[in-house]
Every structure is written in structure tokens, then in C-alpha cells.
């Protein structure tokens, strides 16, 4: 059973199923597997700056093409030795990094049960790489790879610098780069005293990316088709 901050994780034999059309999410991305990854932090700078909780959420695509929200893996995280924690980060995300009842796990070992879960989700839809999806991508990326370097991981499913922003699409189809107005305006609902977890931020964020994604399928499906007849698929 996972340590999480809200898991909804399927039982790995389930997950590790090819999905039902997979081939549809390995053609939606160019073999790539969107998941929506979200972190609090205590502080901006990736490389000196403890992660405190990290948020995965894996993104599924129905029979007709549409994607749609999957399965939440968040994890509570211990600073690691001598990381950095600035006071003024821990007011805005409301966590105790050494409260005596926060059930955190080894930034190693949270990362690790992250990568598993996605492995998993690339073979179940027969895709070859992940690609990170965030509001602000960038930020997300940069504390994943400092925690990959640093704890020496091996099989990163992400890919090391391509991502999804969020923040970019919004702006380009709602006009909104803020992610709680961006969800507003797409029509979903934001509680303000749930945002700045990293589940509940990560699965808005993914609402969002489905949203605009979904959007776009007509577009999409015309794109497609030209790069069939151009010889590329």
C-alpha cells in the first residue's frame, strides 16, 4: 500500500495491462505518455532546495480518442541532508517538514514508487517515454532531475528536458495563465484552501491539459492526417 497524501493507485497486476486502445495514446503524442507531476518545495532553487512532496498524476485516453484524468500517486517527502528550506516557502505551502505524524518517505524512495507506477502506465498504453506535464513545467522538471541526479537514479522513464506547460496552453486557449483561474474558466471547480498540495495541484493541472487537449482533437486528427500522407507514420 502506498504512503501518500491521497492515493488512488490500481493494483500493480491491473495497471501493468496493455490499456484498452492503447496504440491511441502512443499516436496521440509521437509514443510519448503525458503524466502531470507537481511538487511543493521549500524554495525555488532545484539544486540546493529540500522537495517535500511530489504529485503524479497519470493521464488516460478513452475508446474515441478523448483523454481523461487517471490515478493519483502523491508522497510526503523527507528534506534530504542539508537541503535548504526557506521560511518564506513553507508559510505559502502550509508544510511542516518535521511534524512528528507526516508519514514522508526518502526523496529516493518516493521517486522510485513515482517511476514505478509510470512504467507501468507505458507499457499498459505502448508508449516509449514520459513527458512531463506542469503548470510552469519547467520548475517541476528541474527538482525532478536534481532529486535523479542526486540520488543517483537509474531509469528515469521522463524525458530529461522536453515537457507539457500548462501554463503556455491555458494562456494560448483560455487566455489564463494562473492555474486556479485557468481551471475556473475552464469550468471546473478550485477550492483555494486545498491548492498548494501537490495532488490537489496536480490533478487540476491535468484536468486542464485534458481540457485543452480535447479541444484540439479535431485539429489534431487533420495533423494526423497529413503526416500520414507525407510518410512519416
Known amino acids: 500500500m502506498d ?41 525555488f532553487h532545484a539544486a540546493t532546495d529540500a522537495l517535500l512532496e511530489i504529485a503524479a498524476v497519470l493521464i488516460d485516453i478513452t475508446a474515441d480518442g478523448t483523454l481523461v484524468r487517471g490515478a493519483t500517486h502523491s508522497f510526503h517527502v523527507q528534506p534530504y541532508a542539508g537541503a535548504r528550506l526557506d521560511p518564506a516557502a513553507l508559510v505559502v505551502n502550509g508544510i511542516d517538514p518535521f511534524h512528528p505524524l507526516r508519514p514522508a518517505l526518502p526523496e529516493r524512495d518516493a521517486l522510485q514508487r513515482v517511476f514505478r507506477e509510470v512504467r507501468h502506465a507505458l507499457h499498459a498504453h505502448g508508449c516509449t517515454r514520459a513527458i512531463l506535464v506542469g503548470h510552469n513545467a519547467a520548475f517541476d522538471l528541474g527538482f525532478l532531475n536534481a532529486v535523479v541526479t542526486r540520488a543517483e537514479l537509474k531509469r528515469n522513464p521522463f524525458h530529461p528536458f522536453s515537457c507539457f506547460d500548462t501554463a503556455t496552453l491555458a494562456g494560448a486557449a483560455l487566455g489564463q495563465t494562473v492555474l486556479a483561474k485557468a481551471v475556473t474558466v475552464a469550468g471546473f471547480s478550485w477550492d483555494a484552501g486545498s491548492a498548494h498540495s501537490a495532488a490537489y495541484d496536480a490533478e487540476r493541472t491535468a484536468d486542464v491539459f485534458c481540457y485543452v487537449c480535447n479541444r484540439l482533437r479535431e485539429s489534431f486528427g487533420e495533423a494526423h492526417a497529413q503526416a500520414c500522407a507525407l510518410g512519416w507514420i
Open 3 to 43: 504512503i501518500g497524501l491521497q492515493g488512488t493507485a490500481p493494483v500493480v497486476a491491473q495497471s501493468a495491462l496493455r490499456a484498452p486502445g492503447a496504440t491511441l495514446m502512443a499516436r496521440r503524442f509521437r509514443g510519448f505518455l503525458p503524466v502531470v507531476v507537481d511538487v511543493e518545495t521549500g524554495g
